[in-house]
């Protein structure tokens, strides 16, 4: 029989999985009490043993180190969970990889902004929602006829499934949502209320209303410039606290495991720290303006009432500028269309800029008679296009023109053009296009 | 109708434990065993004597809340399963049992119980010759019988009752 050390922050769903196993299988599993993350698996001692640094890890009694949660529960699993017969087997780690592949990341995206760990958008987020609904959907459809999903008993692979599906069925699959899923609501209900999986878990709650982006919590646990570390530090306070505030603590956990996992740490203005040598914007100061932050603001919320103000509150002149273009040759434009084409193959040549340029493009007029105006915010006090010879096949068909921030008149020039709606100085508007 | 002596003896064989001689007593045929701490009357006080002596309380439902459950399912298995007279109540008493099971995988509270123990001996003579049609129909009381016919020591030598994976027929209510 398997024994050892389990290394995890408390609350972890990957610990779970081995956690559980262990209950079910007997396997003397002790997690380390004084497991401090982000300092015991930083430590020299801990990387020598998981050169990864990451939790769950597993020091057997006889000196096994073994990392990953799946890896794990199968160390200290018996035969009963892993399956016998070699078709059993497959079976188990077929719904194994079902959870990680197709259920996890569904609900990491979906979850996390709702405990403000990740920053919210709304297109990954309703993606997110359409891969749970297929994945919940096959589940439902394999349990119609069974209880279990591998054989008639409990198997690492229900552990599994179960155990990744805890933070949705937590926070996002409210009563309305999960009610299309009674057969995987049966199935995981059954699940976490047997006495293994209780004394792991605990006391589960279904989640009754659909939580939604928390930005207040996100900016608390994201403020400021040397965010990481703070984090950190944030971490370790409410450690102690856990038993009073359960909810609470269950989000740092949370927390935690984002950094670590995902690849999307970025520099607080957005850019990926590797892609910023050949970005030819790193060269200027990146200001206080938040191009991303504007960018969702725009996309998420409502232009007149939400987002330009953000804008005009948030814009910093010392280091970004807008920009007002013109074509050059509108005699030379046919049908809209094509005109359409024109701008959309601008936005792809200039691809790269898009980290932190901002722009609206738009067409006016009709067939035979039309032109292109636009305006365009970027970081730099000068017209971008010159950073990078890539970017220089279009703007020469245009006259451009710097606006300045502080004038009434580019006030309503902007917001004609990213509201899409005004007089234009009397051009008649036809459609837009947002370089974002 | 079912049995209720094969089926005191079946529970007795899962709990390892002697049922004593079982008499039918009258034109109801209730079943009484007379033992030496006195005579029980009736196929739950004997089936749940046994499970005392057996010492695996547990299946009689940990909280009260349970034990009751466990009863009031124990007490539907004599009066309404046994004392079914023909297909067509057999057919109300599946229908139920099918609407209540749609969400459960046990009778009682996410664990098996005596409840299921004899609910599945009550419904064996019935699932052996259902057609898969009716199976299918009552999909979640075949998942649920399924599944206790596959707990270990339960089904002894009762015969397998073999049930379909995939759906077959096409029904309009899906």
């Known amino acids: 029989m398997a024994s050892g050390t389990l290394y995890t922050y408390p609350g972890n769903f990957r610990a779970y999985k081995a956690l559980i196993a262990a209950e079910y299988s007997g396997a003397k599993v002790t997690v380390d009490t004084s497991f401090v993350f982000g300092e015991t698996n930083k430590s020299d001692d801990f990387l020598a043993k998981f050169p990864l640094g990451k939790v769950p890890a597993f020091e057997s009694s006889s000196g096994d180190c073994i990392f990953e949660s799946n890896a794990i529960a199968h160390y200290v699993g018996n035969a009963k969970l892993l399956g016998s017969a070699q078709e059993d087997q497959a079976r188990i780690q077929q719904w194994i990889n079902f959870a990680d592949n197709e259920i996890l990341p569904a609900s990491c995206t979906w979850v996390f902004p709702c405990l403000g760990i990740t920053q919210y958008n709304k297109q990954e987020t309703e993606k997110a929602k359409e891969q749970m609904k297929l994945a919940l959907g096959v589940l439902n459809h394999y349990l119609q006829t069974r209880t279990f999903l591998v054989g008639e008993r409990i198997s690492q692979a229900d552990i599994a499934v179960a155990c990744n599906l805890l933070l949705a069925y937590q926070y996002v699959l409210d009563s309305n949502f999960r009610q299309a899923y009674t057969n995987v609501n049966r199935w995981f209900v059954t699940l976490i209320n047997q006495p293994q999986f209780k004394k792991v878990i605990g006391d589960f709650k279904l989640c009754e209303k659909m939580a939604e982006f928390d930005a207040k919590k996100y900016a608390e646990l994201h403020g400021g410039s040397g965010g990481k570390k703070e984090k950190e530090k944030k971490d370790k306070g409410p450690a102690q606290q856990q038993k009073q505030e359960p909810k609470q603590e269950k989000q740092k956990k949370e927390k935690k495991e984002k950094p670590k996992d995902d690849e999307e740490e970025e520099d607080d203005d957005g850019i990926p720290r590797e892609k910023e040598s050949k970005d030819p914007f790193a060269l200027l100061p990146k200001g206080t303006f938040d191009m991303d932050a504007f960018k969702r603001e725009y996309s998420n919320k409502d232009t007149l009432t939400e987002a330009l103000p953000y804008l005009w509150e948030k814009f910093d002149k010392e280091n970004y500028s807008i920009w007002f273009c013109e074509y050059k040759y509108p005699q030379e434009l046919k049908l809209v269309f094509m005109t359409c084409n024109l701008v959309s193959g601008m936005f792809q040549r200039v691809d790269k800029m898009r980290k932190c340029a901002f722009g609206s493009m738009c067409i006016f007029g009709e067939d035979n008679n039309n032109t292109i105006s636009g305006v365009w915010i970027w970081r730099g006090k000068d017209l971008a296009f010159l950073l990078n010879t890539d970017w220089q096949v279009d703007y020469e068909s245009y006259t451009w023109k710097k606006l300045d921030p502080d004038a009434e008149e580019t006030k309503t020039v902007v917001k004609e053009y990213l509201a899409w709606e005004g007089n234009f100085g009397g051009k008649k508007f036809n459609q837009g296009k947002i370089f974002k | ?174």
Not at chain 2, 119 to 140: A, C, I, Q, R, S
């Open chain 2, 1 to 174: 109708m079912a049995e209720a002596g094969q089926s005191i003896a079946a529970l007795a064989a899962y709990l390892g434990v002697k049922a004593g001689k079982v008499t039918l007593d009258g034109r109801d045929k209730i079943p009484v065993v007379k033992g030496k701490t006195g005579t029980r009357r009736g196929l739950v006080s004997i089936a749940k004597h046994l499970v005392r002596a057996a010492e695996k309380n547990s299946l009689l439902g940990k909280t009260i809340e349970d034990q009751s459950a466990v009863d009031q399912w124990l007490e539907y298995r004599v009066s309404q399963l046994d004392s079914c007279q023909g297909d067509k109540e057999l057919t109300v008493v599946l229908k139920e049992l099918n609407t209540y099971l749609a969400d459960k995988v046990y009778i009682v509270n996410h664990i098996m119980s005596l409840a299921d123990i004899l609910l599945y001996y009550g419904l064996h003579t019935h699932f052996v010759g259902m057609p898969y049609y009716d199976k299918e129909n009552y999909m979640h009381v075949s998942r649920w019988f399924d599944n206790i016919q596959h707990e270990e020591g339960v089904r002894q030598t009762l015969p397998y009752v073999h049930f379909l994976r995939t759906q077959i027929y096409d029904r309009m209510s899906h």
